[in-house]
C-alpha cells in the first residue's frame, strides 16, 4: 500500500516529521510547540492548546478530530508520539500506525513492566511500590510509574528523604493523584538504549546509543534527559541488541521502539521498553542512514527495509543535546538569530517564554569519534548560554 500524506500527533513531534520528509512523504503535525523548524520543514501543522499541561489526557478525541479535519487532506497514516499512543486514535476513521494500546500501557507502567521482566528471567532493577520501599535497600530511585524524561525521577538515601519528597515533586509540577509512584533499585551504569525495527515476525537492532542523563552542563535536573550519542561502543552491544530484538518481539511490538538500559558492573539491565519513536532518532539517523519513520512504515506493511550488522564499519558518531533553561527566559528576535547561527533543532520562536528547567533547544554534531563530537556540541552549548544570557530578557 503507497502512503504519501502522513500525520504525526504529539508533545514534540519535530524528529519525526524531519525524518518523514527525508523519505519524500508529506509530513504533517499536531504539536504542543510547532518550533520554527516544524513550521518551516512541516506541509501544515496545528498547536496544540495544553495550557501548561503535558497530559494527552486532557485533550478529548473530538478536539483531535477538529484538528485533524482541518487540514483538508486525506491522510493515509496517523502516527502518535509520545503521550498519544494510549489516547484511543484508533477510533477515529483513519489507519493508527502505533502497537496495541493494552500493550502500549503495560510497558509503560514500571511497575507492571518490572514484574513482566522477573517472569521472563530478564536482568532489571528490583521495583515495588513507594509505599513497599522499604523491601529496597538505599540508595534507591523514586520516579513515577508511567512518565518519561526523567524530570520527576529523585534518588532518595534513606526514608527520611520521602517525607520531603511528595512537596518537590508537587514544587516541579508534578499533578497530585496523577500517578502511582514507584521506588527502585539504583544501579550504577552507564545508560544506554537499542533502536529496534520490528515487523510481526522479525525484529532488528539498529543502533547502540549512549543516553545523556542529567548531564550538568545541559541541565540541572538530575536525571533530566538530555540526549544521545550514537554509537556508544562496548563489548556488550552484541549482547543488548540480541536482548532487544528477542524482547520486542515477546512482546509483540512493530515498527520503531526502544529499550532502555543500564551497564552495570555485572552487565546490562533492562530498564523500560519506549513502544514508540524515541529521542534517539536524530543521532541513529544520523550516524546510521536508515529513514526510521519510513522503515517504521514498512514495518507495519511487512516489510523488512533495515538488515542485520548492514551498518557495521560504516557508522559515523553524532550527538542530540538537548539544552535546558537555567533561568525563565523569553525567546527574542536576536536570540533565536544567534541559535540559527549553529547546527540546531527544536528552535523556540520569537514571543515564546521558556521556564527554568524546560529545554530551549537542541544541539546536533557529527564527527570522526565520540571526544571530536562531544568537543563541537560543548562549544555550541557554551555560544547558545552566553547568547541567551545576553539576549533573552
Known sequence: ??????????????????????????MYAIDAFCDHDLIQHATDARKLDIDGSFDASTISLEQLAEMIESFGVEFDAIIPGSGFEMIGLDALPYSVLSNDPGVIENVSDKYCFSRYLSKLGTAHPKTVLLSDIHELEFPAIV?????????????VNCEDDISALHERLKAIGMPAGKNKLIAQEYIEGTPVSVSVISTKDEAVAVAV???????????DVPFAYCGNITPYDTPYADEMMRLSEELILELGLVGSNGVDLIISGNGPVVIEVNARFQGSLDTVEMATGVCLLDAHIQAFQGNMVVGKNEFEGNVKYSCRAVLYADRDMEMTE???EKLLQRNVC?????????????????????????????GMVKESVMFIRESLNLLCP
Open 209 to 219: 546509543n549512549e543516553q545523556l542523563i542529567g548531564t550538568p552542563w545541559l541541565t
Open 143 to 155: 520516579k513515577p510509574a508511567c512518565s518519561g524524561g526523567g524530570i520527576f525521577n529523585m534518588k
Open 1 to 26: 500500500m503507497s502512503m504519501k500524506n502522513i500525520l504525526v500527533i504529539g508533545f514534540s513531534t519535530r524528529n519525526i516529521v524531519c525524518s518523514g520528509i527525508k523519505a519524500g512523504y508529506n
Open 334 to 336: 536576536a536570540a533565536q
Open 346 to 374: 527544536d528552535v523556540p520562536n520569537t514571543g515564546q517564554a521558556i521556564g527554568k528547567g524546560e529545554p530551549v533547544t537542541s544541539v546536533l554534531c557529527s564527527g570522526k569519534d565520540r571526544e571530536d563530537v562531544l
